[in-house]
């Protein structure tokens, strides 16, 4: 890796990182709406909220809980859109090299590796084509980490000796 990253400039890594974050974001996006449309996931996420808020869901209409499983599916479905939606202005800061966005996706890819190792460990058992691609967005990570500390790190230069103040003597 490091020898590729030798031979690309600053602009060509931040076109790369900026792609790279974004398909990881789709791989995730990917795996997350595959958990969510499996009914046994939403009906015991709301099997487990109606039991910590003392209610019996085996007693409650099943339209209603059908009702609920589409909420709950919307709601999920709704914040991975704003979690993408965030990602990309902050890719598109990061692109211009804007200092928090430097540090957003620095530690949003240590943050995807380690999640992103825990899915896929997790998930050894069912494996699937979207365990495939988080096996795929952990290099990419590695990459864009690599590069990050190559390229975009704020170097602060010293300065030369002349430049500086001479005290002045009485």
């Known amino acids: 890796m490091k020898q590729y990253l030798n031979k690309i400039n600053k602009n060509q890594f931040k ?3 900026v792609l790279a974050c974004s398909l990881g974001d789709l791989f995730t996006a990917f795996y997350a709406i595959e958990i969510l449309r499996q009914e046994r996931f939403i009906n015991t996420y709301i099997h487990t909220v109606m039991k910590v ?3 019996d869901a085996e007693t409650l209409n099943p339209e209603f809980l059908q009702g609920l499983q589409g909420i709950v599916y919307s709601t999920a479905s709704t914040m991975l859109f704003i979690f993408m ?3 990309m202005i902050n890719y598109f800061c990061y692109y211009r090299e804007k200092n928090f966005a430097k540090k957003y996706v ?3 890819c240590w943050t995807s590796i380690i999640l992103t190792a825990g899915i896929v460990i997790e998930g050894l058992a069912s494996f699937s084509w979207q365990q495939l691609l988080n096996i795929f967005s952990i290099p990419l990570y590695v990459f ?3 590069g990050h500390r190559k ?3 704020q170097t602060s230069e010293p300065q030369n000796e002349s430049s500086l103040p001479t005290p002045t003597q009485e």
């Open 85 to 87: 939606l965030w990602n």
């Open 151 to 153: 390229f975009m790190r």
């Open 106 to 108: 620095y530690f949003l």
């Open 144 to 146: 864009v980490i690599l």
């Open 53 to 55: 808020k003392g209610i």
């Open 15 to 17: 076109i790369f990182a």
